[in-house]
């Protein structure tokens, strides 16, 4: 007899009665390319301000379930996109490694400790336990499904090691991370030990999604564009091949590397089904560079939702022919900006969901 699902604490697997995203990242036949937006979730929508000014703060959010669950679904409500992301962020993974974050308004985020030294490594918690550390993130993506119940698939995420490593060391955002790249040069043997702790925490963290309900993982390196080649190839491909190893007999896995165009040839050879591309990318290039074995997501420029509702459709058009139809998932080259009209987001989407 199956378990009552409140013993296992799983959610009953309900059918997708929109599973386009899922088609298109497995490289199956799709009637048009599905579309969502990266960073959908939250900033543009007044309703998640709504949200978020009846809690305390960005974490109080993320923290909660049933609000985090709330601002997740929203954009499948109001934008109508194909697919949902969890409302979370990539820094839950530094905290629950032992490194809290703070997030300051129209600052940005903030970490009052950083990793330097192995000293510092030391006061890290030596095994993240997802179950446990996370379980929030976990009881948000278990509700969400239960919320959805199979309107469209819910994406889960984490950051790549070399992100969250930006993160860590610097303890802020940064424009060219010149801190935490001179320590992969100073300190190779501290870098390696970092990345590898951070890898292992975010596979056991992926997987716990995927157990919760996640139907497709996509992992943010949100800073690849400073490493150069060579760095890419030796600190991260092997940790990031080792995360898509782990993930890709369970869900499709999305890799996306911002500022990654020159990096395009070592990521083809990952074990994921999808590679996202940023706005700078020539999607034919890249298919030319890539092969056909893999889905495209992306591209149009985040900016170009600022223009008119008539130059977006046009803009969305044409980069819809320059992927093709086949393995395609139309998203933005990076995160929506906070500030656009999200009656200009919804031209974007519309524009795509009708070019079938
Ligand atoms: O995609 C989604 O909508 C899901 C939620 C999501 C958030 N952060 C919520 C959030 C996702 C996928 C992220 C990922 C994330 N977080 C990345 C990778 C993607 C990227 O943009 O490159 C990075 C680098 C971060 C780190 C981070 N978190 C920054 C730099 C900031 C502050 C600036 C900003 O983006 O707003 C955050 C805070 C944050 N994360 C907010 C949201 C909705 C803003 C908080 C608020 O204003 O309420």
Redesign the pocket.
């Known amino acids: 007899m199956e378990a009552p699902t409140h013993l296992n604490n799983q959610p009953k697997a309900v059918p997708l009665q929109n599973d386009l995203l899922l088609r298109a990242a497995r490289g199956e036949s799709i009637e048009r390319s599905p579309v969502w937006l990266?960073?959908?979730?939250?900033?543009i929508l007044p309703e998640y301000r709504a949200v978020?000014a009846q809690m305390g703060g960005?974490k109080d959010?993320v923290e909660s379930p049933p609000h985090a669950s709330e601002v997740t679904i929203q954009p499948v409500d109001i934008l109508g996109v194909d697919a949902a992301?969890?409302?979370?962020?990539?820094?839950v993974i530094p905290e629950a490694m032992g490194l809290p974050y703070e997030?300051v308004e129209k600052v940005?985020?903030r970490f009052p400790e950083v990793v330097r030294t192995h000293q510092d490594l030391k006061r890290l918690r030596a095994e993240v336990n997802p179950e446990v550390h996370l379980s929030y993130v976990l009881d948000a993506i278990r509700l969400t499904k239960r919320n959805l119940a199979g309107r469209v698939p819910l994406i889960g995420?984490c950051?790549a090691p070399w992100?969250i490593f930006c993160y860590m060391v610097e303890g802020k955002?940064s424009k060219d991370w010149a801190l935490p790249r001179r320590m992969l040069w100073e300190q190779p043997t501290f870098a390696h030990a970092l990345l590898d702790s951070i890898t292992e925490a975010s596979i056991g963290y992926l997987q716990a999604q995927v157990r919760a309900g996640a139907d497709l993982v996509q992992i943010?390196d949100?800073w690849a564009g400073v490493l150069s080649d060579d760095l890419y190839r030796e600190f991260m491909m092997p940790r990031l091949q080792r995360m898509c190893e782990a993930l890709s007999p369970m869900v499709p896995v999305t890799v996306f590397a911002?500022g990654g165009g020159h990096l395009l040839p070592q990521l083809a050879d990952l074990d994921c089904r999808t590679l996202g591309l940023d706005w700078q990318t020539d999607p034919r290039k890249a298919r030319l560079l890539i092969g056909e074995e893999k889905t495209l997501q992306g591209n149009l420029d985040p900016s170009i939702l600022y223009s008119s509702p008539d130059t977006i459709r046009k803009k969305t058009r044409e980069m819809l022919s320059n992927f093709g139809t086949r393995r395609h998932i139309a998203n933005l080259g990076?995160?929506v900006y906070?500030d656009v009209n999200p009656e200009h987001v919804k031209v974007f989407v519309e524009t795509v969901q009708k070019s079938a």
Do not use: N
């Open positions: 990266m960073r959908q979730a939250g900033r978020r960005f959010l992301i969890i409302f979370s962020d990539i820094l997030l940005g985020p995420f950051g992100t955002g943010f949100s911002k990076h995160g906070p």
